[in-house]
Protein backbone atom coordinates (compact mmCIF):
# COMPACT_ATOMS: atom_id res chain seq x y z
CA UNK A 1 0.00 0.00 0.00
CA UNK A 2 1.20 3.31 -0.62
CA UNK A 3 1.87 6.07 1.95
CA UNK A 4 -0.39 8.32 0.31
CA UNK A 5 -4.06 7.85 -1.24
CA UNK A 6 -3.09 7.50 -4.56
CA UNK A 7 -5.41 5.32 -7.23
CA UNK A 8 -5.11 1.39 -6.64
CA UNK A 9 -3.91 -0.70 -8.85
CA UNK A 10 -1.77 1.91 -11.06
CA UNK A 11 1.81 1.05 -10.90
CA UNK A 12 4.84 2.97 -9.71
CA UNK A 13 5.22 6.78 -10.92
CA UNK A 14 1.82 7.05 -13.24
CA UNK A 15 -0.18 6.48 -9.68
CA UNK A 16 2.23 9.41 -8.29
CA UNK A 17 1.82 11.56 -11.75
CA UNK A 18 -2.31 11.19 -11.06
CA UNK A 19 -2.08 12.04 -7.18
CA UNK A 20 -0.73 15.25 -8.48
CA UNK A 21 -0.56 15.88 -11.95
CA UNK A 22 0.99 19.62 -11.90
CA UNK A 23 4.19 17.88 -10.86
CA UNK A 24 3.82 14.75 -13.21
CA UNK A 25 4.01 16.97 -15.86
CA UNK A 26 7.24 18.40 -15.80
CA UNK A 27 8.70 15.39 -14.41
CA UNK A 28 7.13 13.17 -17.84
CA UNK A 29 8.84 16.07 -19.86
CA UNK A 30 11.66 15.98 -18.25
CA UNK A 31 11.84 11.96 -18.80
CA UNK A 32 10.37 12.81 -22.40
CA UNK A 33 14.00 15.26 -22.76
CA UNK A 34 16.57 13.31 -21.53
CA UNK A 35 15.71 9.48 -22.72
CA UNK A 36 14.31 10.49 -26.29
CA UNK A 37 15.28 14.25 -26.94
CA UNK A 38 18.62 15.05 -29.16
CA UNK A 39 21.61 13.24 -27.94
CA UNK A 40 24.77 11.69 -30.07
CA UNK A 41 23.37 8.75 -27.11
CA UNK A 42 21.10 6.27 -28.42
CA UNK A 43 17.44 5.65 -26.78
CA UNK A 44 18.67 2.49 -26.02
CA UNK A 45 21.67 3.40 -24.34
CA UNK A 46 20.12 5.99 -22.20
CA UNK A 47 17.71 3.66 -21.41
CA UNK A 48 20.44 1.55 -20.00
CA UNK A 49 21.46 4.33 -17.79
CA UNK A 50 18.47 4.45 -16.17
CA UNK A 51 17.94 0.64 -15.96
CA UNK A 52 21.55 0.91 -14.55
CA UNK A 53 21.09 3.46 -11.71
CA UNK A 54 17.60 2.12 -10.99
CA UNK A 55 19.36 -1.40 -10.01
CA UNK A 56 21.87 -0.04 -7.89
CA UNK A 57 19.13 2.47 -6.25
CA UNK A 58 17.14 -1.27 -5.80
CA UNK A 59 14.06 0.57 -7.02
CA UNK A 60 12.26 -2.52 -9.01
CA UNK A 61 9.70 -0.89 -10.51
CA UNK A 62 11.94 1.64 -12.75
CA UNK A 63 14.65 -0.61 -12.65
CA UNK A 64 11.82 -3.50 -14.85
CA UNK A 65 10.48 -1.05 -17.04
CA UNK A 66 13.48 1.14 -17.91
CA UNK A 67 15.64 -2.43 -18.99
CA UNK A 68 12.71 -3.49 -20.63
CA UNK A 69 12.20 0.00 -22.67
CA UNK A 70 16.04 -0.46 -23.17
CA UNK A 71 15.65 -4.41 -24.25
CA UNK A 72 12.88 -3.16 -27.20
CA UNK A 73 15.07 -0.37 -28.17
CA UNK A 74 18.26 -2.51 -28.84
CA UNK A 75 16.05 -5.05 -30.53
CA UNK A 76 18.24 -7.76 -31.75
CA UNK A 77 21.36 -7.17 -29.31
CA UNK A 78 18.52 -6.85 -26.36
CA UNK A 79 20.86 -9.19 -24.21
CA UNK A 80 23.52 -6.37 -23.68
CA UNK A 81 20.88 -4.95 -21.38
CA UNK A 82 21.14 -7.79 -18.72
CA UNK A 83 24.51 -8.34 -18.96
CA UNK A 84 25.09 -5.20 -17.86
CA UNK A 85 22.99 -5.09 -15.01
CA UNK A 86 24.77 -8.77 -14.17
CA UNK A 87 28.24 -7.44 -14.43
CA UNK A 88 28.84 -4.03 -15.90
CA UNK A 89 32.88 -4.97 -16.70
CA UNK A 90 32.28 -8.16 -18.44
CA UNK A 91 29.29 -6.59 -20.56
CA UNK A 92 29.74 -6.81 -24.47
CA UNK A 93 29.12 -3.11 -24.41
CA UNK A 94 31.57 -0.46 -26.15
CA UNK A 95 34.58 1.09 -24.08
CA UNK A 96 32.71 4.36 -24.39
CA UNK A 97 29.29 3.54 -22.45
CA UNK A 98 31.47 0.98 -19.98
CA UNK A 99 33.43 4.27 -18.92
CA UNK A 100 29.63 6.50 -19.02
CA UNK A 101 28.16 3.66 -16.90
CA UNK A 102 30.82 4.00 -14.67
CA UNK A 103 30.25 8.00 -14.24
CA UNK A 104 26.50 7.21 -13.58
CA UNK A 105 27.16 4.48 -10.93
CA UNK A 106 29.48 7.13 -9.43
CA UNK A 107 26.38 10.02 -9.42
CA UNK A 108 24.30 7.13 -7.93
CA UNK A 109 26.37 7.13 -4.97
CA UNK A 110 26.83 10.77 -4.50
CA UNK A 111 28.16 13.57 -7.21
CA UNK A 112 31.19 14.42 -5.33
CA UNK A 113 32.27 10.49 -5.51
CA UNK A 114 32.78 11.31 -10.10
CA UNK A 115 36.50 11.99 -10.07
CA UNK A 116 38.79 13.76 -12.90
CA UNK A 117 40.29 10.32 -13.85
CA UNK A 118 36.40 8.56 -14.62
CA UNK A 119 35.79 12.06 -16.80
CA UNK A 120 39.35 11.75 -17.95
CA UNK A 121 38.72 7.94 -19.02
CA UNK A 122 35.09 8.68 -20.53
CA UNK A 123 37.34 11.07 -22.77
CA UNK A 124 39.53 9.27 -24.04
CA UNK A 125 37.08 6.78 -25.52
CA UNK A 126 35.74 9.19 -27.35
CA UNK A 127 32.65 10.59 -24.99
CA UNK A 128 31.78 14.21 -25.49
CA UNK A 129 31.27 17.01 -23.15
CA UNK A 130 27.70 16.52 -23.91
CA UNK A 131 27.19 12.98 -23.44
CA UNK A 132 29.09 13.53 -20.06
CA UNK A 133 26.87 16.22 -19.33
CA UNK A 134 23.69 13.78 -20.15
CA UNK A 135 25.05 10.59 -18.33
CA UNK A 136 25.42 12.72 -14.82
CA UNK A 137 22.19 14.43 -15.59
CA UNK A 138 19.71 11.16 -16.46
CA UNK A 139 21.44 9.72 -13.54
CA UNK A 140 21.38 12.13 -11.30
CA UNK A 141 17.32 12.15 -12.82
CA UNK A 142 16.92 8.56 -11.54
CA UNK A 143 18.13 9.47 -8.56
CA UNK A 144 14.77 11.57 -8.35
CA UNK A 145 12.74 9.20 -10.11
CA UNK A 146 13.78 6.16 -8.10
CA UNK A 147 13.20 7.99 -4.60
CA UNK A 148 10.25 9.51 -5.64
CA UNK A 149 9.35 6.06 -6.51
CA UNK A 150 10.19 4.32 -3.53
CA UNK A 151 9.64 7.07 -1.35
CA UNK A 152 5.86 7.15 -1.35
CA UNK A 153 6.22 3.15 -1.15
CA UNK A 154 3.71 2.81 -4.90
CA UNK A 155 2.96 0.08 -6.52
CA UNK A 156 5.15 -2.49 -8.03
CA UNK A 157 4.17 -4.81 -10.51
CA UNK A 158 5.99 -8.41 -10.24
CA UNK A 159 4.79 -9.90 -13.56
CA UNK A 160 7.80 -9.60 -16.28
CA UNK A 161 5.54 -9.69 -19.01
CA UNK A 162 3.44 -6.86 -17.53
CA UNK A 163 7.10 -4.86 -17.85
CA UNK A 164 7.55 -6.32 -20.97
CA UNK A 165 4.72 -4.28 -22.31
CA UNK A 166 5.41 -1.57 -20.46
CA UNK A 167 8.66 -1.02 -22.02
CA UNK A 168 7.69 -1.69 -25.96
CA UNK A 169 5.00 1.38 -24.82
CA UNK A 170 7.85 3.58 -23.55
CA UNK A 171 9.93 2.36 -26.91
CA UNK A 172 7.06 2.72 -29.01
CA UNK A 173 5.56 5.99 -27.47
CA UNK A 174 7.88 7.72 -25.47
CA UNK A 175 7.00 9.89 -21.76
CA UNK A 176 3.37 10.81 -21.72
CA UNK A 177 1.90 11.31 -18.68
CA UNK A 178 -1.00 9.83 -18.01
CA UNK A 179 -4.68 11.32 -17.11
CA UNK A 180 -5.78 12.71 -14.02
CA UNK A 181 -8.61 10.33 -12.33
CA UNK A 182 -11.39 11.34 -9.80
CA UNK A 183 -9.31 11.08 -6.90
CA UNK A 184 -10.95 12.31 -3.71
CA UNK A 185 -7.88 14.65 -3.42
CA UNK A 186 -8.82 16.80 -5.69
CA UNK B 1 37.40 23.38 -12.78
CA UNK B 2 34.45 22.19 -13.97
CA UNK B 3 34.37 19.10 -16.12
CA UNK B 4 32.78 20.26 -18.78
CA UNK B 5 32.91 24.21 -19.98
CA UNK B 6 30.47 26.25 -18.52
CA UNK B 7 29.95 29.96 -18.63
CA UNK B 8 32.33 31.03 -15.75
CA UNK B 9 30.28 34.47 -14.77
CA UNK B 10 27.27 31.23 -13.51
CA UNK B 11 29.07 29.30 -10.89
CA UNK B 12 26.97 26.43 -9.36
CA UNK B 13 23.61 25.30 -11.24
CA UNK B 14 23.02 27.93 -13.51
CA UNK B 15 25.69 27.17 -15.24
CA UNK B 16 24.11 24.07 -15.90
CA UNK B 17 20.83 25.35 -16.77
CA UNK B 18 22.07 27.45 -19.12
CA UNK B 19 24.29 24.94 -20.79
CA UNK B 20 21.43 22.58 -21.07
CA UNK B 21 18.34 24.81 -21.71
CA UNK B 22 15.81 22.27 -23.02
CA UNK B 23 16.65 19.64 -19.89
CA UNK B 24 16.41 22.63 -17.42
CA UNK B 25 12.90 24.12 -18.87
CA UNK B 26 10.97 21.23 -16.80
CA UNK B 27 13.15 21.01 -14.23
CA UNK B 28 12.92 24.75 -13.20
CA UNK B 29 8.91 24.62 -13.79
CA UNK B 30 9.15 21.50 -11.23
CA UNK B 31 11.12 23.65 -8.75
CA UNK B 32 9.05 26.32 -8.97
CA UNK B 33 5.70 24.10 -8.27
CA UNK B 34 7.26 22.57 -5.60
CA UNK B 35 9.11 25.77 -3.30
CA UNK B 36 6.54 28.50 -4.50
CA UNK B 37 3.88 27.25 -5.76
CA UNK B 38 0.89 26.91 -3.99
CA UNK B 39 0.97 24.74 -0.50
CA UNK B 40 0.28 24.69 3.33
CA UNK B 41 3.35 24.56 3.30
CA UNK B 42 5.46 27.86 3.94
CA UNK B 43 8.30 28.82 0.86
CA UNK B 44 10.36 28.80 4.05
CA UNK B 45 9.93 25.37 5.19
CA UNK B 46 10.34 24.20 1.93
CA UNK B 47 13.71 26.00 1.57
CA UNK B 48 14.54 24.13 4.61
CA UNK B 49 13.78 20.83 3.17
CA UNK B 50 16.18 21.78 0.13
CA UNK B 51 18.66 22.66 2.50
CA UNK B 52 18.54 19.55 5.36
CA UNK B 53 18.96 17.14 1.65
CA UNK B 54 21.33 19.27 0.41
CA UNK B 55 23.40 19.33 3.84
CA UNK B 56 23.21 15.69 3.79
CA UNK B 57 24.71 14.93 0.52
CA UNK B 58 27.34 17.39 1.18
CA UNK B 59 26.22 19.66 -1.88
CA UNK B 60 28.61 22.83 -0.85
CA UNK B 61 26.63 24.88 -3.40
CA UNK B 62 23.29 24.04 -2.92
CA UNK B 63 23.61 23.99 0.89
CA UNK B 64 24.91 27.48 1.10
CA UNK B 65 22.24 28.58 -1.52
CA UNK B 66 19.33 27.59 0.01
CA UNK B 67 20.58 28.41 3.29
CA UNK B 68 20.29 31.51 2.45
CA UNK B 69 17.35 31.56 1.01
CA UNK B 70 15.58 30.35 3.72
CA UNK B 71 17.20 33.28 6.20
CA UNK B 72 15.93 35.92 3.88
CA UNK B 73 12.99 34.62 4.23
CA UNK B 74 13.07 33.84 7.94
CA UNK B 75 14.85 37.02 8.53
CA UNK B 76 17.01 35.37 11.08
CA UNK B 77 20.13 32.62 10.36
CA UNK B 78 19.18 30.81 13.44
CA UNK B 79 16.86 28.40 12.61
CA UNK B 80 18.51 26.93 9.28
CA UNK B 81 21.53 26.64 11.13
CA UNK B 82 19.80 24.31 13.97
CA UNK B 83 17.72 22.39 11.15
CA UNK B 84 21.05 21.50 9.41
CA UNK B 85 22.38 20.52 13.26
CA UNK B 86 19.90 18.67 14.75
CA UNK B 87 16.42 17.92 12.95
CA UNK B 88 14.75 17.00 16.56
CA UNK B 89 16.21 20.14 18.95
CA UNK B 90 15.39 22.43 16.06
CA UNK B 91 12.87 25.51 16.82
CA UNK B 92 10.60 24.02 13.87
CA UNK B 93 7.05 22.65 14.13
CA UNK B 94 6.78 18.93 15.19
CA UNK B 95 5.07 18.63 11.42
CA UNK B 96 7.93 20.12 9.98
CA UNK B 97 9.99 17.84 12.40
CA UNK B 98 8.25 14.61 11.14
CA UNK B 99 8.49 15.56 7.48
CA UNK B 100 12.19 16.95 7.86
CA UNK B 101 12.50 13.88 8.72
CA UNK B 102 10.89 11.96 6.34
CA UNK B 103 13.31 14.40 3.72
CA UNK B 104 16.37 12.73 5.18
CA UNK B 105 15.20 9.33 4.68
CA UNK B 106 14.73 10.10 1.20
CA UNK B 107 17.85 11.53 0.82
CA UNK B 108 19.67 8.16 2.23
CA UNK B 109 17.20 5.90 -0.69
CA UNK B 110 13.27 5.81 -1.13
CA UNK B 111 12.99 2.61 1.01
CA UNK B 112 14.56 4.05 3.88
CA UNK B 113 11.17 5.66 4.28
CA UNK B 114 9.01 4.32 7.27
CA UNK B 115 5.59 3.46 7.98
CA UNK B 116 6.61 5.01 10.88
CA UNK B 117 7.85 7.98 9.78
CA UNK B 118 4.64 8.28 7.33
CA UNK B 119 2.27 7.42 10.28
CA UNK B 120 4.19 10.03 12.98
CA UNK B 121 3.98 12.89 10.40
CA UNK B 122 0.23 12.39 9.63
CA UNK B 123 -0.28 12.36 13.68
CA UNK B 124 1.47 15.62 14.03
CA UNK B 125 -1.30 17.08 11.03
CA UNK B 126 0.80 16.65 7.44
CA UNK B 127 -1.54 15.77 4.25
CA UNK B 128 -1.27 13.61 2.19
CA UNK B 129 0.20 16.20 -0.26
CA UNK B 130 2.51 17.73 2.45
CA UNK B 131 4.06 14.05 2.39
CA UNK B 132 4.13 13.77 -1.23
CA UNK B 133 5.75 17.44 -1.80
CA UNK B 134 8.24 16.38 1.02
CA UNK B 135 9.33 13.68 -0.37
CA UNK B 136 9.60 15.31 -4.21
CA UNK B 137 11.28 18.34 -2.99
CA UNK B 138 13.56 15.59 -1.21
CA UNK B 139 13.93 13.66 -4.03
CA UNK B 140 14.63 16.47 -6.56
CA UNK B 141 17.27 17.93 -4.39
CA UNK B 142 18.97 14.27 -4.82
CA UNK B 143 19.08 15.16 -8.43
CA UNK B 144 20.38 18.88 -7.99
CA UNK B 145 23.07 17.96 -5.79
CA UNK B 146 24.34 15.40 -7.91
CA UNK B 147 23.96 17.24 -11.26
CA UNK B 148 26.17 20.24 -9.60
CA UNK B 149 28.96 18.27 -8.10
CA UNK B 150 28.93 15.14 -10.45
CA UNK B 151 30.16 18.16 -13.08
CA UNK B 152 32.39 19.61 -10.78
CA UNK B 153 30.83 23.08 -10.92
CA UNK B 154 32.21 25.91 -8.88
CA UNK B 155 31.08 27.05 -5.38
CA UNK B 156 31.65 30.35 -4.88
CA UNK B 157 33.66 31.28 -1.03
CA UNK B 158 32.28 33.11 1.64
CA UNK B 159 28.67 33.98 1.92
CA UNK B 160 28.08 37.53 -0.73
CA UNK B 161 27.66 35.39 -3.51
CA UNK B 162 24.60 33.48 -2.00
CA UNK B 163 22.75 36.64 -0.61
CA UNK B 164 22.72 38.19 -3.96
CA UNK B 165 21.30 34.70 -4.79
CA UNK B 166 18.85 34.31 -2.44
CA UNK B 167 17.97 37.69 -2.98
CA UNK B 168 17.06 36.59 -6.67
CA UNK B 169 15.15 33.53 -5.70
CA UNK B 170 13.26 35.53 -3.62
CA UNK B 171 12.43 38.17 -6.11
CA UNK B 172 11.88 35.72 -8.91
CA UNK B 173 11.60 32.17 -7.84
CA UNK B 174 12.95 29.50 -9.88
CA UNK B 175 12.20 30.54 -13.39
CA UNK B 176 14.78 31.32 -15.70
CA UNK B 177 15.03 34.89 -15.83
CA UNK B 178 13.32 36.64 -18.77
CA UNK B 179 16.37 38.18 -20.07
CA UNK B 180 18.91 35.83 -19.01
CA UNK B 181 21.76 36.23 -16.78
CA UNK B 182 24.30 38.64 -18.93
CA UNK B 183 23.98 41.22 -16.46
CA UNK B 184 26.05 39.34 -14.03
CA UNK B 185 29.38 39.10 -16.12
CA UNK B 186 29.29 42.95 -14.88
CA UNK B 187 29.33 41.54 -11.02
CA UNK B 188 32.67 39.68 -11.74
CA UNK B 189 35.17 40.06 -9.35
CA UNK B 190 38.50 39.80 -11.29
CA UNK B 191 40.35 37.06 -10.15
CA UNK B 192 44.04 37.90 -8.55
Known amino acids: MAYI ?8 IRSLVMFRPETGKPLYELAQMLLRGNSTLTEAERELIAAYVSKRNDTMFCMMSHAAASRA ?12 LKDLQ ?30 EAARKEGA ?9 LIAAAFSMFNRYVDGLASFTPTDEKEYEAMGK ?12 T ?3 NH | MPYIPLEEHLPGITGLLEYDKIAAAPIRELTQILLRGESTLTECERELIATVVS ?12 TAAADILLGENETSQKVKENIITAPVSNKMKALLTIASMVRENGKAVTQEAINKAKAEGATDIEIHDTVLIAALFCLYNRYVDGLATVTPAGSEFYKGLAERLKNHGYNRLPQGYDHLKKNKTVAP
Not at chain 1, 73 to 84: E, F
Not at chain 1, 169 to 180: D, I, L, S
Open chain 1, 5 to 12: NVPEGVPG
Open chain 1, 128 to 136: TDKEIHDTV
Open chain 1, 182 to 184: NNQ
Open chain 1, 73 to 84: LYGNDKNIVDDV
Open chain 1, 90 to 119: QANISSKMKSLLNIAGKVQILGKEVKPEDI
Open chain 1, 169 to 180: RMAEKGYVAPQP
Open chain 2, 55 to 66: NGNQCKFCTAAH
